[in-house]
T-cell receptor, first 114, second 114 residues
Framework: GNSVTQMEGPVTLSEEAFLTINCTYT??????LFWYVQYPGEGLQLLLK???ADDKGSNKGFEATYRKETTSFHLEKGSVQVSDSAVYFC????WGFGNEKLTFGTGTRLTIIP | SAVISQKPSRDICQRGTSLTIQCQVD?????MFWYRQQPGQSLTLIAT?????????ESGFVIDKFPISRPNLTFSTLTVSNMSPEDSSIYLC???????????FGPGTRLTVT
């Protein structure tokens, strides 16, 4: 079955530091890959997505590249801000087998200190 | 994007009782999803609810424990029955987004069972 393995947290960084949150996946079809973010007290929001190999998703300064050869979708940001403090979830959906559900990683709590 | 509200936002319940969670969407959608997020863990899909048909439950979830109603295209309820402390979780509803297998999530209902 499908699975997502995500870098364990919590992660604490200083403002303006470089961020990487690792995500690898296992899927039997042709998954689309997502990063969702959950800010304190709010619901999950889609941060970015990539639907095929070598696609790069980007939003709000965050980027992630769909790497089929390493089955990875690592989240990066060059300079984090305090407002980026949140829980980040990597997720996949598998188009090839008609699944209409998302499989999530365990989430990584990110705290940015001024 | 869809706007989703959930009621209640949080509750503390006694063991053995039941709680019904409501999910309201500001647009008509055919499919709605219910997820559980146990403390420190990832989101797990409980069931998919289509209007006019029985909900489809994922492995490990049964209708007697988590009955779902879907009376119209903008509303659904999830009941957590005969609760135990292991049911303490955040319960989220979601609907499909505009992109391939994107989903919009509600803010969640934080349930604590004592």
């Amino acid at each position: 079955g499908n699975s997502v393995t995500q870098m364990e947290g919590p992660v604490t960084l200083s403002e303006e530091a470089f961020l990487t949150i690792n995500c690898t996946y296992t899927a039997t079809g042709y998954p689309s890959l997502f990063w969702y973010v959950q800010y304190p007290g709010e619901g999950l929001q889609l941060l970015l997505k990539a639907t095929k190999a070598d696609d790069k998703g980007s939003n709000k300064g965050f980027e992630a590249t769909y790497r089929k050869e390493t089955t990875s979708f690592h989240l990066e940001k060059g300079s984090v801000q305090v407002s980026d403090s949140a829980v980040y979830f990597c997720a996949l959906s598998d188009w090839g087998f008609g699944n209409e559900k998302l499989t999530f990683g365990t989430g990584t709590r990110l705290t940015i200190i001024p | 994007s869809a706007v989703i509200s959930q009621k209640p936002s949080r509750d503390i319940c006694q063991r053995g009782t039941s709680l019904t969670i409501q999910c309201q969407v500001d647009s008509q959608v055919t499919m709605m999803f219910w997820y559980r997020q146990q403390p420190g863990q990832s989101l797990t899909l409980i069931a998919t609810a289509n209007q006019g048909s029985e909900a489809t439950y994922e492995s490990g979830f049964v209708i007697d424990k988590f009955p779902i109603s879907r009376p119209n295209l903008t509303f659904s309820t999830l009941t957590v029955s005969n609760m135990s402390p292991e049911d303490s979780s955040i319960y989220l509803c979601s609907v499909p987004g505009q992109g391939v297998y994107e989903q919009y999530f509600g803010p969640g209902t934080r349930l604590t069972v004592t």
